[in-house]
């Protein structure tokens, strides 16, 4: 999270992160960044850690959180 944050701050994108439950991430997006917020989110979570197995990330995309899954 902390990564993505970085990220965004550093490639001047203004979408946010606004919540975190469990193992997922909440955004409030602006439309023209989704391609570049989606790219950054999945790098950076399937980067988080290495492991022995691929550690795979996904994206859900919606109006509101039920949409998005």
Known sequence: ????????N?????SKM???????LNFSVY???????EKIVLEEM????????PLIADCGWGDNW???H
């Not at 980067?47 to 022995?52: I, S, T, V």
């Open 1 to 8: 999270m902390i990564r993505i944050f970085n990220r965004f």
């Open 31 to 37: 439309p023209e960044e989704k391609e570049r917020v």
């Open 46 to 53: 399937q980067r988080a850690y290495e492991l022995r197995v």
């Open 18 to 24: 606004i919540l975190q439950v469990h193992d997922e």
């Open 66 to 68: 039920l949409e998005a």
């Open 10 to 14: 550093e490639e001047g994108i203004r």
